[in-house]
């Protein structure tokens, strides 16, 4: 039996029938800052999970987050009687503590960037599945509520047959001397707009129209203090012909701005849907879906991730995102990269086609 079916039990009722009782799954938080504050927040809300442990260096940070705080992790998954890990701790972690989860038979849910390199990325399939443990990778923007009506509209046929796409992504924190302050690690990191940021459009293109078969990107910095690129474009071509670009930087906000960070258009052979950075949804024009969600990140996108991670667990249903899945987004980040080096247009399959069957 796994750890997560240990959480359905079978009992008698008061009238003697036979009912399913379900017990909370019980989860450790590693990592436990910016990003893992928004996480611990939504899985708060999620009544079939309790945080009931916390690992950060900032030993104080972990004891605001759980009952029970650490500043191992080894210690921690020795100690500690669990279900799963939410790992939200800087991608060059990962791999180790995936490993350290598979020792102990523990499911995961991993923040993005998966990995540092795609051989840590592959390694990480690999730990997961000969370990028997279950891995999804948290990659929250295919669950922005503006995008989940957006697929509906375009499965529903309501724009067509689709044909061209847009994403235009901004946020004004990348100038000056001090930028990215909630995530100031940011300035080090080697690659950063699109490894950091345009991945999540990377996976929600994918989400909207299949597989990328190619793309040529051009990206340069800007701030001339970080290390990384703060400007990129992307063109894509996806398997069934539909192509599109991914445009962002951090000098800039949209108008008018709101949760979607940017704007993005849609457009088929009968219509086009719009999203507007306030996250409201129009099909030529017309208002057809409008945000009036006000709770957690980005449209609550964190909560319907985690929502998704825990009802996969209980039911033995596929993740979205999992970590094998999840490798054709990261082959297309790689991608990116070798377009922005080489000048010529890459395809993704080269990295993912030998390992994800």
Known sequence: MTR?????????GTEGEESVMRTRLRGALIGCGYFGQIQLEAWRRIPEVEI???????LEKARRAAPSAYQSAEEMLEKERLNFVDIATRADSHLRLVELAARHGLAVICQKPMANTWDE????????????????IHENWRWQPWYREAKRLIDAGEIGQPISYLFRTRQKDGAGPQPYPQQPYFVQMPRLLIYETLVHHLDTARFLFGEIELIYARARKVNPIIAGEDQASLVLVHAGGVQGVIDGHRFSEVFPSGPAMGEAIFEGDRAVISVRGTGDVYLDGTLVWENRVRQGYRGDSVWATQR???ECLLSGAPFETDAREYLKTFAATEAAYESVRTGCSVSPRNWWEAVVK
Not at 4 to 12: A, R
Request: proline share 0%; charged share 25%.
């Open 4 to 12: 997560e079916e240990e959480v359905v039990l079978i009992g008698i």
């Open 308 to 310: 998704h991670f825990v």
């Open 52 to 58: 009931v442990a916390a690992c950060d260096l900032d």
């Open 121 to 136: 990325a592959v390694a990480m399939v690999h730990t997961a599945e000969r370990a028997g443990i279950r891995l999804m």
